[in-house]
């Protein structure tokens, strides 16, 4: 029986060719690959720049880092993301306060941002969940500086505007099973050389004067020329996305689950393709169901951050992870594949 992965990336000739040529070259580090990498990717979204580094995480604490923030600060993040998130804020030393979920977009919920915003809040961690962009107006009309985590959602926009392009800093990963991937690796792009200027400054240890603390974050060339291959594909990938988004839309709406939600505010990405079943004990079986049939479907969140920080239970985030699965959804996932794991969860939720 063929296996299909929850997530794979999409590679060819193309990346063999990019990377070998770096390995030629002899100059492996950060050099010029990584300057172009990070000028496209700023292309690409829409802002003045960008600085490449080793992980989506690391981008997030230099983000932290270069708005200053650190011990006795309060930074603001969804209950329902990965740990990545809640670690770069208490990697800067500062204190993460949770807030929920909108249960229709499972992107922050506008609504519940306010009532946790006190004086020492100084920015909001806004991700764009499974490739959904986020309720950007009516968070950013808060006033609260916004750092766009786009780990999920690069490619996506918001009222026709690309993300990452509307707060004050923004971050990418290109971890192997993110929209585009060179292995590990993270981009901040931000429209303020100033905080660019920061973020450079942080990335590296090596010839400076000061004592500040500084950090070795930094992404190589190998890295950097396989995420310029992969950019150049980004249209290609995105269009395949939304071709199998729309497959499995049609075929599983008759089955009472809860499937990604359309809105004409925001152009998603289907990063990943995400089902509510009904009732919480079903996830279990449904995901040991499709294991055993050769499919890998996954908890698209592997635990909500109230269970780690044990905060209050917020309602939204619970339920979303008591209920939700992910569909493997990938450039490279073949029609027959698509077929395969329609079948399969079909079947899964029989009794
Ligand atoms: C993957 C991811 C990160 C962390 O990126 P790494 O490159 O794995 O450190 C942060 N936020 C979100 C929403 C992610 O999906």
């Not at 959602?153 to 971890?175: C, D, E, R, T």
Request: one cysteine or more; proline letters at 6%.
């Amino acid at each position: 029986m063929e296996w299909i992965p929850h997530s794979r990336p999409t590679l060819g000739e193309e990346e063999v060719g990019a990377v070998s040529r770096v390995i030629r070259s002899g100059r492996i580090a950060q050099g010029e690959e990584v300057a172009r990498f990070e000028q496209e990717m700023a292309r690409r979204v829409g802002v003045k720049g960008g600085v490449a580094v080793s992980s989506g995480t690391a981008a997030l604490h230099l983000s932290l880092l270069a708005l200053k923030i650190g011990p006795g600060d309060e930074v603001i993040l969804p209950g329902y993301v990965c740990l990545s998130v809640l670690n770069a804020i208490r990697q800067a030393g500062a204190t993460p306060i949770l807030a929920d979920i909108d249960p229709a977009s499972y992107n922050l919920d506008a609504r519940d941002l306010p009532r946790k915003i006190t004086r020492k809040t100084r920015a909001v961690i806004v991700p764009h969940l499974f490739g959904l962009p986020a309720d950007l107006e009516e968070i950013l009309s808060l006033g609260v500086p916004v750092i766009e985590d786009c780990a999920q959602g690069l490619g996506g926009s918001y009222q026709g505007k690309p993300v990452g392009g509307f707060g004050h800093l923004a971050i990418f990963s290109f971890y192997a099973t993110k929209v585009i991937a060179t292995g590990e690796g993270g981009m901040v792009l931000s429209d303020s050389e100033a905080l660019l200027e920061r973020v450079r400054d942080l990335r590296g240890y090596d010839d400076q004067d000061d004592d500040e603390l500084r950090y070795n974050y930094k992404m190589t060339d190998l890295q950097a020329a396989l995420g310029v291959a992969q950019l150049k594909r980004l249209e290609f990938f995105l269009s395949r996305r939304r071709a199998i988004a729309r497959r499995y839309a049609e075929a599983l709406a008759l089955l009472g689950w809860t499937l990604p939600q359309e809105d004409p505010r925001r152009q998603p990405i289907y990063y990943r393709y995400v089902v509510g079943l009904n009732g919480g004990a079903e996830v279990e079986r449904f995901l040991a169901a499709c294991l055993q049939q050769g499919v890998g479907c996954r908890r698209p969140v592997y635990r909500p951050l109230h269970h780690h920080l044990s905060a209050p239970v917020l309602p939204h985030s619970e339920e979303a992870w008591q209920r939700n699965v992910s569909l493997p959804l990938y450039p490279s996932l073949e029609e027959s594949q698509v077929e395969r794991v329609i079948q399969v969860v079909k079947k899964a939720i029989e009794p």
